[in-house]
Structures are given as C-alpha cells and as structure tokens.
C-alpha cells in the first residue's frame, strides 16, 4: 500500500515526520534510485527500494540473515531498469523483505548476506568495523615477481591507495593464475581496477568468506539461513564464537 514519503520515514525511526519533509526537499531521498523532491509523494514500503542519504529504508519485521551463493550474471539491486536479473529473484517467498549487504557486480560471484535488519547491515559494510572479505580472483596471464610486491604494497588508482590485508598465489595455469585476496574495504570495482592497473584483467572474481563466516559448500544459486553465533561473530568479529543460538534465524 502507498504511503507518503515523510510518514514511511518517520515511522522507520529515522527521523521526525518535519524532518523527514526537509530531507525530500534537500534532495536526499531516493525511490528505487529517483530523487524525489515532491511533497505529498507517495511509495510502498513492501516493493519499492527507499533510501535516505544512500540508506535502505524497510518496515519493522521479524529479523532475518541469510547467505546466498551470488550466481554470475545477476544484480545486487532491488530494483533495476536495464530489467537485468536480480539476486532476490534466487529466493523463495520468505514473508520478509530482504536487501542486500553490500554489492557484489554483476560478473562477480559467491556469497552475498541478505537481511532486513538495517543495523546489522550497517555495521557489515562500514568501513569503521574493518570486517575483511576474502575473494578467490582468477586473472589473465602470470604476476611477475615486480608486479606480485606492487599488489602486496599498494596501487594507487585513482580514488586512493588500495592496498590488500592479505595477498598468496593460489595456483598457476598456462594463460591465466588463481590468487587469494582479503580485503577491508568496499569501493567499486576496486579489485578489477587493481589487477587491470597491472595489466591482468580479472576473469573470475568469487567471494568465499565475510569475516569468518565461510562460504563453503553452498551450492551455486543456493542459500541458507545464518546461525545466532554466526551473526553475533560478524558483529563482534574480533571474538571467539560463541555458543550456537538456537533461534529462528539460525534453523
């Protein structure tokens, strides 16, 4: 059902209903990726993607993780206008509505976390927590040792020094090479840009660990449900686990 803007807001906790009319007219709220200006415009919480300042706005609903293996060839948005497959398209109807934590491009795989739980998503992606992805990247051609020690040092590209926590060569084929890369930071694009900088183009680029949280067997276009001890790992990822929750999000 639409509502308008300023009450879909407020009702979020994010800011007062008066507030809320400011932030429209300030430019800072968007419907599935439109900048709305207009007082008295209106949205479904249920189906269109709002977002204040860049941030997801969803209904109150039972909290809900869960981990997808991100197949090649889908979008990590909820709404998209090139009609390009998107990745809550792979989920059944689980009576919440979910959004993704964080991107993964369209010709990126591996696991991708969905919630509804916009504080948990939040602490995930900010750069503030340092919470480390892993990646398996397969690359045109061979690193040469010059090269090897730039990408373990730091590449300058042109939005900043990107230097990777961790770096090992994971296998070596006839045109192309396996590496394992762990990383604390979320630009766009950035590991592409590094190994294109180098003159390697990535071929593969698959995620397989948040954290500590594994992508492990998972299958290609499957998810499942994350464990109480997983999400409190993830949000205190400095901390041994703790005893496993038995709690709906962990069945």
Not at 92 to 116: A, C, I, K, Q
Not at 127 to 139: E, G, H, L, Q
Request: hydrophobic share 35%; with cysteine; glycine share 8%.
């Amino acid at each position: 059902m639409k509502e308008r803007l300023q009450k879909i807001i407020a009702r979020s906790g994010l800011a007062s209903r008066r507030k809320a009319e400011e932030m429209i007219r300030e430019g800072r709220v968007s419907v599935n990726s439109e900048i709305v200006r207009e007082f008295g415009s209106k949205a479904d919480i249920d189906r269109d993607e709002i977002r204040v300042d860049g941030k997801l706005i969803c209904a109150e609903e039972t909290k809900t993780y869960l981990m997808l293996n991100k197949p090649r060839g889908y979008v990590t948005t909820l709404h998209d206008p090139q009609k390009r497959p998107m990745v809550i398209s792979l989920l059944p109807e689980l009576g919440v509505r979910l959004f993704p934590v964080g991107r993964l491009d369209y010709d990126s795989e591996g696991l991708l976390l969905m919630t509804n739980d916009g504080r948990f998503a939040q602490h995930v992606q900010h750069p503030r927590y340092r919470i480390s992805k892993t990646y398996r990247v397969k690359i045109s051609g061979r690193l040469n040792a010059g090269e090897f020690r730039r990408l373990q040092s730091g590449l300058d590209l042109e939005d900043g020094k990107f230097i990777p926590d961790e770096v090992s060569l994971e296998e070596i084929n006839p045109k192309s090479s396996w590496l394992i890369l762990k990383i604390s930071e979320g630009r766009n694009r950035v590991i592409r840009r590094a190994f294109e900088q180098l003159g390697h183009p990535v071929l593969r680029l698959i995620r397989t660990a948040v954290a500590d949280l594994q992508l492990g067997s998972l299958g290609e276009g499957d998810y499942r449900f994350l464990k109480g001890w997983e999400i409190r790992q993830l949000l205190s990822p400095r901390k041994k686990s703790e005893s496993l929750d038995r709690s709906r999000e962990g069945k």
